[in-house]
């Protein structure tokens, strides 16, 4: 079944939710990664409250679309989506990084409803994703995989055993996004290990490849969209993002790859997004 | 050493109880390899279950799939050569509710992708089986690049994951019919070598519970892989006077994990003095797993034989086995050494 979407405002909103319920994990577990949890919120949003087919009433059913996130560590950012979409009461995500919760600190499959697999070590998800991908094009299903892995994790040489895969059997059924924020732990992507020209290598393995602003909501989903249309290859969505985005002391800054912010920067950082709120509910419907 | 038993030949009534073959010992004994059986196991497996899938990464004649994909191509994956990949595609797969086997050199998988395995099979629970095959010395002249003497240890120590080692091709046969039908992680040893295929289809099979193939009371070794028919021509040698007429049970243990305590303590008791024989490294193997059962359950002298913390190289396998003592003649060799233990 289709989750009622929603409007162009409700989604700023959405998203807008899920950066301060961000915050508010990272600050309430005074660890976590931040950078890239904000700097994928809009494409989430989209993802969850646009283009899936998902129910989270049944987390199992067979028919859903599959979300396989390959960059475990910016869980907060899913764990947000899932609350939000009504997998499991938003009061658990206070328990993000705890003893005795559900919310580990990067995703442990069979503990979270909605979670299709546990990551962390890089480069493994969009494995798996191939692996759905495959079953559901063999079994002439209709349900797609969306995947998300980070440029750092490009660095994986299992990566790209996974894309040539993909490739071989012509997986049009799966949607990759890249985050291409450009930071990873040491220091910025380019610097820590070239990855580009990354569209022309991602087309030379056989993908169907666009890059596009990952903070534009209207790109996001018109590029998901277009896929459907582009039957033969798999798909690549370099989605350009700013890591911390919505976040002043965070944006652009690697430094805040895998720190928290602490409780004065958080009331800060929510300070800020509750005035983006305020916009936003000010705008047009 | 004077033996207990009046009559040191329990070979018939074992071989009876057993179901082995007539001509145990004989020359002309039937050789398969063990891949051999993996291989025509998951294609009988797969003709009873429809939900069998199988991935290979290039090496799909070598390690067995290959019936498989003549048979079910639908459901054969060819990866190529990326075992890491294989490992996570095959999880991926698994995810979808199907049964998934991995199948490459042990070298390759497990040896390169153990946190492939560790992750996306093991933490994320999903139903993938790891066939390697070409394990242990016997992989002969492609040398020690390619001889893994350590998947054992690794494979071992992964939560919820069952390793058995079969000792002939009837026993991986039926081991991987069994791994089939249980739902969680597997692991499955091979050989590339034709070895003596002494058991029969009647011989019991049950994961966990090791085969008592000879009774003995004097000294029990406790083998898996190839190492069990050696083990038990070794036991035939062991009897002669000249080598000190020992009765040694001989008991195969092709379930590492979980290991058959019951076994163990009760040779331990009866015996007083164990050894393992096994062609890997004599750390984190068999022989690690029995020491571990006798520490905390019933304390006796264990010898652990095996690859001596080193790599070997290549040759062919009888030649290795020979080298490095892990035939008959070398058991035998190690077996009087073991006795030196036995207070």
Redesign the interface.
């Known amino acids: 079944m289709k989750e009622p979407k929603l409007s162009e405002k409700d989604l700023l909103l959405m998203a807008n939710t899920i950066r301060q319920d961000i915050v508010k994990m990272l600050v309430e577990a005074k660890s976590g990664h931040p950078g890239g949890s904000l700097g994928l919120t809009d494409i989430f949003t989209i993802l969850y409250f646009k283009v899936m087919n998902h129910n989270p009433k049944k987390p199992d059913w ?1 028919d859903r679309d599959r979300f ?1 996130l390959s960059n475990g560590h910016v869980c907060p950012v899913l764990y947000a989506a899932l609350a939000n979409s009504g997998y499991f009461p938003k009061s658990e995500l206070s328990t993000f990084r705890k003893v005795n919760s559900k919310l580990q600190g990067h995703p ?3 503990t979270v409803p909605g979670i ?6 890089l ?2 998800g ?11 094009k ?1 079994e002439k299903q209709s349900w797609k995989v969306y995947s998300m892995i980070g440029d750092g994790e490009m660095n994986e ?2 990566v790209w ?2 894309l ?2 993909a490739s ?1 059997y012509s997986l049009d059924n799966l949607v990759m996004f890249i985050d291409r924020n450009n930071i990873q732990i040491d220091g910025n992507s380019d610097d820590v290990l070239p990855l580009e020209p990354l569209g022309e290598k991602l087309r030379a393995f056989g993908f169907d490849t666009v890059e596009i602003d990952g903070h534009d909501m209207k790109a996001i989903y018109d590029a998901v969209i277009a896929c459907e249309s582009k039957p033969g290859k798999p798909h690549a969505i370099i989605a350009k993002t700013i890591p911390g985005k919505g976040i002043s002391l965070m944006e652009n800054k690697f430094e805040w790859h895998g720190k928290a912010p602490n409780k004065e920067q958080g009331d800060q950082a929510l300070k800020e997004l509750n005035i983006e709120r305020e916009t936003i509910q000010k705008g047009a419907d | 050493m004077a033996h207990s038993k009046s009559d040191s030949k329990p070979d018939s009534s074992t071989i009876e109880q057993m179901h082995l073959v007539p001509d145990l010992f004989a020359p002309t004994i039937v050789k398969k390899a063990t891949r051999d059986g993996f291989g025509k196991g998951l294609v009988e497996l797969t003709e009873q279950n429809p939900n069998i899938w199988a991935l290979s990464a290039d090496v799909s004649e070598s390690s067995r799939t290959h019936w498989f994909a003549e048979k079910f191509p639908d459901r054969f994956v060819q990866v190529g050569v990326a075992e890491q990949n294989m490992a996570g595609a095959g999880a991926g797969i698994a995810a979808c509710g199907k049964t998934v086997f991995i199948s490459s050199f042990g070298a390759f998988s497990p040896g390169r992708n153990f946190d492939q395995i560790r992750v996306c099979v093991c933490y994320n629970k999903v139903n993938v089986k790891i066939h390697g095959s070409h394990t242990g010395v016997s992989v002969g002249p492609d040398g020690a690049s390619h001889e893994i003497l350590e998947d054992l240890a690794m494979m071992r120590a992964l939560p919820d994951m069952i390793v058995i080692a079969p000792a002939d091709m009837e026993e991986a046969k039926k081991a991987t019919l069994e791994v089939g039908k249980l739902f969680g992680p597997a692991y499955i040893r091979t050989s590339r070598e034709n070895s003596a295929l002494f058991t029969t289809p009647q011989t019991p099979f049950k994961i966990g519970k090791a085969n008592v193939y000879r009774d003995g009371s004097d000294l029990a070794i406790f083998a898996c892989g190839l190492q069990v028919y050696e083990a038990l021509k070794a036991a035939e040698e062991l009897k002669k006077p000249e080598n000190g007429a020992l009765d040694v049970a001989v008991i195969g243990c092709h379930t590492i994990k979980p290991i058959d305590k019951e076994t163990i303590v009760k040779y331990a008791k009866k015996c007083e003095i164990l050894m393992s024989a096994e062609d890997h490294q004599v750390d984190g193997g068999l022989g690690s797993a029995i020491a571990e059962v006798l520490c905390s359950v019933y304390p006796a002298p264990l010898y652990r034989h095996g690859m001596y913390r080193r790599f070997a190289e290549s040759g062919n396998c009888s030649d290795l086995y020979k080298k490095y003592e892990l035939d008959a003649a070398g058991i035998v060799k190690h077996a009087k050494l073991a006795m030196k233990l036995k207070k």
Do not use: F
Not at chain 1, 116 to 121: D, R, T
């Open positions: 067979a396989v442990h499959r069979g299709e697999n546990s990551s962390g070590p480069g493994q969009i494995s798996q994703a191939v692996g759905m991908a495959i079953v559901s063999r040489g299992m055993e996974a040539m895969l071989k």
